[in-house]
């Protein structure tokens, strides 16, 4: 007994240092990073005594006094005009009228040579129960303002989901081109590696090993050397077109690169082999008699392939295409490289707004997106490859 | 025997697809020109000596040895470790635990760099050599767990019993036997999680500083910004060492297939 | 004799599964004492539990008159020999045998030198360098039991260390063992599942089922006074015939079959008049004649089937209400299909089996 407990101790102790490590710098990192995508403390910081405050108002009755007065020592803390602006702006967008209330309430405030009792005296709309109800709902920590922008929805003055107006619709248009151009790339990976695969399997000695050892050198390649290699074959100097020239097959150079064609060849390349292997591993578990064994009992070649040999393979293909589909929806480097301002996918934009322009909420949502798209579909795939080969 | 024919050719040029981009790339390493394309107008090393010489890619080249160094080690460590814990199937979570430990390599790079970027800001650590090895340490991590969980399953348990029973207290039963028996899976971790730190951008773009620019990400800024047979040449480098780093692999795995 | 091993009252569970079941076991030192039983009746787990790899659930092992399930497994000084050899795969013969000596901190010099008489004692010398991935199967065995028996351990363990040998080597292997086992006095507990090995090389057979001890004795009180109806199908092939028991003499007993015969027969155990029994007859105690003869115990039969089988004739019969079978010397004649015959056998070659 003792000795299986302190065998647990000690498996225990072992583990440890990776599980801290992990939960650490890869599970904190993105529960930080979904949290920055539904939180938004920034009008909370802006007027903390309203905040203490409100929350003891039964949101129905007229402001009390104390609520007044702390919202005027708040506003008239505030140093931050941008904060203060964006404060606004948010507050409009939910209680229209926001803008112009503001307005003339922190001049009043500014104004030290009278200042004003209470805000009620400053403007009448400071009695109805709406705008300070606007307030309370800023003052909340959490919102899904990112989670909706980042399928293109929004919230209108009355608090419903609606559609954003196409000219702030470009999430969508980019979730839908990361799908497509995945979808693209694993259409053309299976299209490519399904019989690459088969023939592969069928061979043996120096013949599959050549065909493996060309599907493993890329893979174990660095991405950038096999990204590089693809830029300077396409580009408008590059060898492909010098060949398709010489060959008199083309008058004038191919578009191929900052263009969508370079980053589907790009792509196809580099995960050929997720598609490739997995296939072949299923391929090589079936028995190699079966292809005779159903010609013997009569089976034309393509009728014997589709009743025998792609039901049996249709697993590996699965396999293959999930493995190329999530990890092309990730992509980053190639379509950032390769692609122009129109290839670019859901990880450039994420990038874009994490670096580019410091809305980390933005990112945060649009992340969130994509790992939940990711580890869904990865979810799936674990499924399919921990079945027991040979079930069908 | 047509049949024959196109699989022939299909498999031909699909293997030129394969490999052609990889050796179209290396002639270019040894131009004398400013411009990456053929025809080469004559050979020169200028490149080479631009890679070792210049401030920017010298610097990149000691960055990637110094983080790839790092976070060999930290993978290691902490990968072996925690697949030896895992061989104990009394474990609670232990597939949970697996499960988590191989998540890494599933999220994307950018996912995880925002949040590692937003996560080390908060302890100082952006702009850190130290920043840099742990966020190439999560991503190759998975690697060693991967090949060293596969060594220790390899080995018979009943082996470890038999050193028991012939003497040997746990302590000498892990050094003397586990150890060396998990070794090659340890060595080929080690070498992959080298190679993950060695090819990493996207998390280096996320939380290196100018000052731990590495190799890949001087490579990355340099396709985008002006690129140079320095590219080339660097590529020529890692292919080389992809080489190198591949026959290692292959060579430890056929050590530990001739010893079972 | 003294008592060398004993297992006192030992349960072991795993989980809800009762894998040995208030088990009592006496082994005497220099005995060689087998663990007979099908697969999945808990001899390894016993075995393992001698070695300290596991724990009994409840229960005590003793050796020589003091408890020991508190030592760990380094500090019993067993030598244990697994069905899989349980080589180390990164060391050369030699290396493998010297680690239980390298682990007694014994010094260079003596290593060399018992490494060196253990290597003879298995006829293994020429080996000594190469890796164990490099040894035939038997080869590797040999290595194993050199390497259980260089440190002089108090006990051996082998847990079906032969089956994995094929027919030859495993007799030959067989006799090896008993034969070391009688030069060096050593005290062995030997799991298999194969009957006849286990009668071959033990002094004391332990018959399992189940997790319990059906019956436990010398080869032949096991083969020819089998306890109950396990071990008497367990061990050789028997003819079961059911009867009720018409009276008892001391140690035999007169049984009414379902036919009307009566026959007299030895008893194991104790049974009482009236009570419904087991007969169970060896087929090569059945002797075969066209006559009634003198024997105690005849039953008329007739042949349905008989079977040329090398070194003797199988004969089945059918009497009026149970088939029989008898196997006969290869001198014996013929016994066409058909044929009415009466199967004779004394009253010694049959036991009672109270169910
Ligand atoms: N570690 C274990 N966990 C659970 N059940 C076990 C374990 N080891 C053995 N058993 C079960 O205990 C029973 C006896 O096993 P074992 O002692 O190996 O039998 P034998 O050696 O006689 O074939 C079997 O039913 C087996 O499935
Ligand atoms: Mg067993």
């Not at chain 1, 702030?168 to 694993?186: C, D, E, Y």
């Not at chain 2, 190679?195 to 890949?216: I, K, W």
């Not at chain 3, 092992?61 to 349980?86: C, E, W």
């Amino acid at each position: 007994m003792s000795a299986a407990s302190s065998r647990t101790g000690r498996s225990l102790i072992l583990l440890a240092p990776l599980l801290l490590f992990l939960i650490g710098f890869f599970v904190w990192p993105l529960f930080s990073m979904m949290s920055q995508a539904v939180s938004d403390p920034a009008v909370l910081k802006l007027l903390p005594r309203s905040a203490e405050v409100l929350a003891d108002w039964d949101r129905k009755s007229p402001p009390s006094a104390a609520m007044q007065t702390a919202l005027m020592e708040d506003l008239k803390a505030v140093d931050d005009d941008q904060a203060l602006g964006d404060m606004v702006r948010r507050l409009n967008s939910a209680r229209s009228g926001f803008r112009t209330l503001m307005g003339k309430t922190t001049s009043a405030l500014d104004e030290t040579a009278n200042p004003p009792a209470d805000l009620v005296s400053i403007d009448k709309r400071w009695e109805k129960p709406e705008f300070w109800l606007a307030i309370a709902d800023a003052l909340s920590p959490y919102t899904d303002r990112n989670l909706l922008a980042a399928v293109d929805f929004g919230r209108n003055a009355a608090g419903e989901i609606e559609h954003l107006p196409p000219d702030q619709s470009v999430n969508s248009v980019i979730l839908a081109r990361t799908f497509w151009i995945a979808g693209l790339v694993t259409f053309f990976c299976a299209l490519i590696g399904f019989p690459y695969a088969i023939i592969a399997a069928s061979l043996d000695g120096w013949k599959r090993d050549l065909m493996l050892g060309a599907v493993l050198l890329p893979l174990w390649t660095s991405l950038l050397v096999r990204t590089a290699a693809w830029f300077i074959l396409l580009q408008e100097k590059g060898l492909i077109n010098d060949l398709l020239l010489t060959l008199g097959i083309i008058n004038s150079p191919l578009a191929l690169i900052f263009n969508r064609t370079g980053v589907i060849i790009a792509m196809t390349h580099v995960l050929l082999p997720f598609m490739v292997l997995p296939i072949y591993s299923v391929l090589i578990t079936i028995p190699k008699n079966l292809m005779p064994a159903a010609a013997s009992l009569g089976a034309p070649p393509l009728r014997a392939f589709l009743r025998v040999l792609l039901p049996l393979s249709l697993r590996g293909v699965a396999s293959g295409g999930l493995l190329v589909f999530i990890s092309a929806i990730g992509y980053y480097i190639t379509p950032a490289l390769i692609g122009g301002p129109g290839d670019q996918m859901i990880s450039s934009i994420i990038a874009f707004y994490a670096t580019g322009s410091a809305n980390w909420g933005m990112a945060g949502a649009l992340g969130m997106v994509l790992l939940v798209a990711t580890l869904v579909l990865y979810s799936v795939y674990a499924r399919l490859s921990s079945e027991e080969p040979g079930r069908r | 025997m047509p049949m024959k024919i196109a699989k022939a050719t299909f498999a031909t040029l699909t293997i030129l697809f394969l490999v052609a981009p990889l050796i179209a790339i290396l002639p270019l390493a040894f131009t004398s020109s400013v411009i990456l394309t053929y025809p080469i107008p004559s050979w020169s090393l200028r490149w080479f000596e631009e890679l070792f010489f210049a401030d920017a890619w010298r610097r990149a080249i000691v960055n990637s040895l110094i983080i790839g160094t790092g976070t060999t080690l930290l993978a290691t460590i902490l990968g072996t470790a925690a697949s030896l814990g895992l061989r104990n199937r009394l474990i609670l979570f232990r597939g949970t635990m697996r499960t988590l430990f191989l998540l890494p390599m599933v999220v994307p790079a950018v996912v995880l760099g925002v949040g590692m970027q937003v996560l080390l800001a908060g302890f100082g650590l952006t702009n850190s050599y130290l920043g840099v090895i742990i966020a190439h340490t999560v991503v190759a991590v998975p690697f060693v767990v991967v090949s060293v969980t596969g060594a220790l399953a390899g080995i018979d348990e009943r082996v470890e019993l038999a050193a028991q029973s012939l003497g040997a207290a746990p302590i000498t039963v892990f050094r003397r036997i586990t150890l060396p028996l998990a070794m090659p899976g340890v060595l080929s971790g080690a070498v992959l999680a080298f190679a993950t730190s060695l090819d990493e951008v996207v998390l280096t773009l996320f939380v290196a500083g100018p000052n731990q620019r590495t190799l890949a990400r001087q490579m990355f800024s340099s396709i985008r910004e002006n690129i140079s047979p320095a590219i080339a040449a660097a590529a020529f480098l890692f292919i080389v060492a992809t080489v190198v780093i591949g026959l290692v692999v292959v060579l430890s795995r056929s050590m530990l297939a001739k010893r079972r | 004799m003294a008592e060398f091993i004993r297992f006192e009252r030992i349960t072991k569970f795993y989980g809800p599964l009762c894998v040995v079941e208030n088990l009592d076991l006496g082994i005497e030192k220099g005995e060689f004492v087998s663990l007979l039983g099908p697969s999945g009746s808990g001899k390894t787990t016993l075995l393992m539990m001698l070695a300290g790899f596991e724990q009994p659930t409840s229960g005590n092992i003793l050796l020589d008159g003091t408890a020991i399930n508190a030592v760990p497994t380094h500090k019993r000084d067993m030598g244990v020999v697994f069905q899989s050899y349980a080589l180390f795969p990164h060391m050369s013969v030699g290396e493998n045998i010297a680690f239980p000596l390298q682990m007694r901190g014994i010094g260079k010099a003596e290593v060399d030198e018992r490494v060196k008489r253990a290597l003879g004692m298995v006829q293994l010398s020429a080996l000594v360098d190469r890796r164990p991935s490099q040894l035939s199967g038997g080869q590797q065995q040999r290595v194993a039991l050199a390497r259980a028996l260089v440190f002089e351990p108090r006990v051996v363990l082998m847990d079906e260390p032969l089956g994995a040998l094929d027919k030859n080597l495993r007799e030959q292997m067989q006799l090896d063992i008993r034969d070391l086992h009688r030069r060096l006095g050593l005290t062995i507990v030997f799991v298999t599942h194969d009957q006849s090995e286990a009668l071959t090389m033990s002094d004391r057979v332990a018959v399992f089922n189940k997790g319990r001890i059906e019956q436990i004795g010398t080869p032949r009180q096991v083969y020819d006074e089998p306890a109950t109806r396990f071990v008497a199908e367990f061990i050789g092939e028997t003819n079961l015939v059911e009867g009720v028991v018409e009276a008892v003499q001391g140690q035999e007993a007169t049984v009414r079959l379902p036919s009307g015969a009566q026959i007299v027969s030895a008893v194991s155990g104790t049974v009482a008049r009236g009570q419904s029994v087991f007969l169970s007859i060896r087929p090569e105690r059945v002797d075969l004649s066209e006559a009634r003869g003198e024997a105690r115990n005849v039953l008329e039969t007739e042949v349905t089937d008989s079977v040329y089988q090398g070194d003797h004739l199988r004969v089945q019969l059918q009497n009026a209400t149970h088939p029989l079978i008898a196997k006969l010397g290869r001198r014996s004649r013929e016994f066409p299909p058909g044929t009415k015959v009466f199967a004779a056998f004394s009253a010694g070659d049959c036991r009672v089996i109270a169910p």
